[in-house]
């Protein structure tokens, strides 16, 4: 049985009680036994159940208005002061509610079980504080039950809080990178060159993965970096040989999974903000290595000396956005502009693939197909 089920569902209510109210008779049943075996009687543990046990409709009676109507309604909606009065005002009932049971059931059942030593005083200190100590443990637990929900409820807002920033995030990232990209393919478009279905279909695997395998949390490794490689490819064609490129990647690659599209604006970033404005021949160097979990990515293109890189755009803060929700503690950053050339340095904890199992669904066959169906007009 699932314990969260059991002590959260309606389902078991009764069983939770149950469970409960019995452990307080033989708990409380006990401690009253051992007492009175220590001051000199002797120990008769049935004898003080049975006891218990006849107190105990008095102890649900007087416990359940404060777990059920006090506590919820009135200490957990903010009502301190009506809290405060009512409970003011169930201690004062409790000392005539003792007293009654006290004086028509407590000593009548007394009778009936045949005790030989029958307490019939109707004033007794020692019941009220048995009552009062009852409702005190049951209200604790009351309470621990609603801050554990509380908790769970927090939780959860939070979590669909960030999942609502991170497609927002992303929202905003898909637009632009797409937008880069299609002006690259369009400039071969109207030269008509041979290449154009090529980088249509590089641009369709691109689509692809932004439309169907970025739906999830967490990608495959090798998937974002041959999206890369297909974007660099993009890239390439439009400058020519006017741009050095140096791509490097070594590593333990396989089986490994990502947040999708970490590294891809790192790369957006360098060929807009840095090779498409500067003077010379560019050129960009991308080192990638995995090792021990940990991949550290190194991206460095060549800019105009005593030109600002323009970091805080629109990608590289919603990088930096998403690095913190999704790997926070787990990650390091540093963007450094170095007067001629400017790095990004990214260290990054992958998640293995034991911790990966079902995060990524099925979903190839949708996205080789999307590929196909673009790629056919070109026959």
């Not at 049935?46 to 059920?68: D, Q, R």
């Not at 689509?207 to 495959?220: A, H, N, P, Q």
């Not at 010379?280 to 105009?304: E, F, H, L, Q, T």
Request: a neutral charge; one cysteine or more; glycine letters at 6%.
């Amino acid at each position: 049985m699932d314990h969260n089920k059991f002590i959260f569902s309606r389902e078991y209510r009764l069983w939770r009680h149950l469970l409960y109210w019995t452990l307080h008779i033989v708990l409380w049943g006990s401690f009253w036994a051992g007492w009175v075996w220590w001051v000199g009687h002797p120990f008769n543990l049935l004898h003080y159940m049975v006891k218990m046990l006849i107190w105990m409709p008095a102890f649900i009676l007087y416990s359940f208005p404060i777990i059920y109507w006090m506590i919820p309604r009135q200490l957990m909606n903010g009502q301190y002061i009506r809290f405060f009065f009512a409970i003011l005002t169930w201690g004062i009932a409790g000392v005539y509610l003792n007293m009654l049971y006290r004086q028509y059931v407590f000593v009548d059942v007394q009778r009936f079980f045949g005790f030989s030593e029958i307490f019939s005083e109707v004033k007794s200190i020692g019941s009220y504080l048995c009552m009062t100590t009852t409702a005190a443990e049951a209200s604790i637990l009351a309470l621990f039950k609603h801050w554990i929900i509380k908790q769970q409820d927090w939780k959860q807002a939070e979590q669909e809080k960030i999942s609502a920033q991170l497609e927002l995030l992303k929202a905003q990232l898909h637009p632009h990178f797409l937008f880069n990209t299609l002006n690259n393919i369009y400039a071969f478009a109207l030269e008509s060159s041979d290449k154009t279905p090529q980088l249509v279909l590089k641009l369709s695997s691109l689509l692809s993965y932004i439309l169907y395998e970025c739906r999830t949390d967490k990608v495959l490794l090798q998937k974002e970096l041959r999206v890369m490689k297909n974007y660099i490819d993009l890239e390439q064609e439009r400058y020519g040989d006017n741009l050095d490129i140096s791509l490097n990647i070594e590593g333990d690659i396989q089986d490994r999974f990502i947040a999708p599209l970490l590294i891809l604006p790192f790369l957006e970033n360098a060929f807009k903000h840095g090779t498409s404005e500067q003077i010379g021949k560019p050129w960009m160097s991308i080192d990638i290595a995995v090792k021990d979990g940990i991949m550290k990515c190194k991206v460095i293109n060549s800019k105009n000396a005593g030109f600002p890189h323009r970091e805080n755009g629109v990608g590289i803060k919603n990088i930096m956005k998403r690095l913190e929700l999704l790997y926070p503690g787990k990650h390091q950053l540093k963007l450094s502009d170095e007067g001629d050339f400017f790095v990004v340095s990214l260290s990054l904890t992958l998640n293995t693939p034991a911790a990966s199992i079902g995060v990524v669904k099925t979903i190839q066959p949708e996205a080789e197909t999307f590929v196909h169906e673009i790629a056919l007009p070109s026959n």
